[in-house]
């Protein structure tokens, strides 16, 4: 009887033995890709552990709300270097993210223009710029100006190093939305720069506040634009025009001093430092979820 | 033509870079009557629907010549504002294009953000809508739900939904560019109703490469074939004895 042949057939015809080859190297392939990924986990798993372990000690709460002390003093903790921090990122990401993201848009949505091209070369570029050259920068374009080291000049440097690091990833961002979308803003009578706002860069939030994240994570370590700008400070400052505390400094200065106990103090730190970059990164992605699950992600 | 013209293209040439996609095509269309646009894959005929609203000339290097005359208003003349244009003359796409970070309801309010008079008020936002939903037939489906997601319907709801949305702003003229292409025979057969009962208020131009639809939606139809455009009938005559031989040949299947 021609015609149709039924499975069991076709079952006896495949050769068992390539078939079972070919399910213990899936099997063997799958297990592979478990065990790189647990691999790539291991370096930041082991910094954590580590961190934990040498900074835990020091985690109450008078580190946080004291200055400061001589060493051999008790009771010494960063409040005004988690503060300082904090402003720093503040104004860097009041520079930095606005001027990224129009800039990213620009980019994205004026793809052809040699204004286009231009700025997304530049920001490949300084995107590898050394992070000591934009301290040197700013300390030549601001504090030597000013006379005087400040947490402005800081929150500049920061900034600066943050516009190529947003310009870029939210091009990428943008650039994910289907074209399909655009169209038919456009068809409802929408101008270009609305559908730009109102439908491309909603759709793409998601992906540009996660952009924006890594910048703000990315700035949050740097220590080498700091030195010549915001300089540090043992006391509380009073005004943006003054020199400023900050983790990355702080701990720099405990961790090349001869003292244990500061050692100690630069490790609680550094986890306080990776904590903070956490938090942000929850409220603001807590902040900008999407009603319905993201979009473009 | 028995029926008042609703817009009139005369000579009509659309070019992408040097690819010569529209070929000198004049053709009138009829007010308050549904026209549709049949050809094989690659005639042009979604290229030359997109020039009917200036949309052609959103793709790099696209370039058109010709008129098309719409009410008084020849709509390629220096100065006239694409976007105004656009505002009249509606547009459904092949695929579903509802915008995923907004509701149903701000989906088909889309467009009344840019009305000439600006947003309406929110009880005739709402009035609006769900006029909208109910000539695109959707409305008992999502009357309680029109604060969800617009992506969490099925694809037949989602292209029911961009039809609400160009309804919503009550276009003169409606461009439909193979809008059943990617549905399922349900929801194609409601949107084929649906643009039947829509001749009473607008014009509608379809663009098919059904022409079993073609013969059921549409009043006149028209064939064309490599950008040119063939013939252009009352739909009854062109699908019974068409005056073309390529039209016969294509209409029979022997080629498409």
Redesign the interface.
């Known amino acids: 009887m021609g015609g149709v042949v039924t499975p069991p057939a076709v079952m006896s015809r495949t050769n068992p033995s390539r078939l079972h080859r070919r399910h213990a190297t899936n099997a063997f392939m799958i297990g592979l890709t478990y065990v790189v990924a647990l691999l790539a986990c291991l370096p930041l798993i082991f910094i954590l552990w580590h961190l934990i372990k040498a900074g835990a000690s020091f985690m109450r709460p008078s580190f946080f709300t004291n200055m400061p002390k001589p060493v051999g003093e008790d009771g010494g903790g960063m409040a005004n270097a988690i503060i300082g921090t904090l402003v720093l990122l503040g104004i860097a990401s009041l520079i930095g993210l606005p001027i990224g993201i129009g800039a990213g848009l620009y980019v994205a949505e004026q793809r052809?223009s040699w204004l286009a091209s231009t700025v997304r070369f530049l920001s490949d570029v300084l995107n590898g710029l050394p992070s000591i050259v934009m301290g040197i920068f700013a300390w030549q374009m601001i504090v030597k100006p000013m006379g005087h080291f400040s947490a402005l000049a800081g929150g500049i440097a920061l900034g600066a190093m943050m516009i190529p690091l947003v310009t870029r990833t939210t091009e990428e961002m943008i650039r994910l939305v289907p074209n399909?979308?655009r169209?038919?803003?456009?068809?409802?009578?929408?101008?270009r720069w609305?559908t730009s706002l109102?439908?491309i860069l909603?759709?793409a939030?998601p992906g540009i506040v996660t952009g924006a994240l890594v910048a703000v994570a990315r700035v949050a370590g740097e220590t080498a634009p700091l030195l010549f700008t915001a300089f540090g400070n043992q006391f509380w400052s009073t005004s943006l025009r003054e020199p400023i505390a900050a983790l990355p400094l702080q701990i720099f200065t405990y961790a090349i001093s001869p003292y244990d106990d500061w050692h100690a103090q630069a490790w609680a730190g550094a986890l306080v430092l990776i904590g903070i970059v956490l938090i942000i990164s929850l409220i603001a992605r807590y902040a900008t979820r999407?009603?319905?699950?993201a979009?473009v992600d | 033509m028995d029926v008042e013209p609703c817009l009139t293209v005369n000579q009509l040439n659309a070019y992408f870079g040097g690819q010569h996609a529209v070929r000198d095509v004049s053709l009138t269309f009829g007010d308050k009557q549904v026209t549709a646009i049949i050809g094989p894959s690659g005639c042009g005929k979604s290229t030359f629907l997109r020039c009917l609203n200036r949309m052609h000339e959103t793709v790099p290097q696209a370039r058109v010549t010709g008129t098309v005359q719409f009410d008084d208003i020849s709509i390629y003349t220096p100065g006239v504002s694409a976007i105004a244009i656009r505002r009249h003359i509606g547009m459904v796409f092949q695929r579903p294009t509802s915008f995923p970070t907004m509701s149903i309801r701000d989906n088909v309010a889309a467009g009344l953000r840019v009305r000439p008079g600006g947003m309406p008020s929110k009880r005739q936002v709402d009035e609006i809508v769900e006029r909208a939903l109910r000539r695109a037939a959707l409305w008992d489906e999502v009357k309680d739900r029109l604060d969800d997601s617009a992506i969490a319907m099925s694809g037949g709801q989602q292209q029911r939904l961009c039809i609400a949305r160009a309804l919503a702003t009550q276009p003169r003229i409606l461009l439909l560019d193979e809008p059943t292409a990617s549905l399922d025979p349900l929801s194609t057969q409601k949107v084929e109703e649906l643009v039947y009962e829509l001749r009473s208020d607008m014009s509608v131009i379809i663009v098919t490469h059904n022409m079993q639809q073609a013969a059921r939606v549409s009043d006149r139809t028209a064939f064309m074939l490599a950008g040119e455009l063939v013939e252009v009938a009352p739909t009854k005559r062109i699908f019974t004895t068409p005056n073309d031989s390529r039209t016969e040949a294509y209409i029979t299947g022997r080629f498409g």
Not at chain 1, 290 to 293: E, H, L, N, T
């Open positions: 052809g399909t979308l169209e038919a803003a456009l068809a409802l009578g929408y101008t609305r109102a439908v909603r759709t939030m999407s009603r319905f699950g979009a």
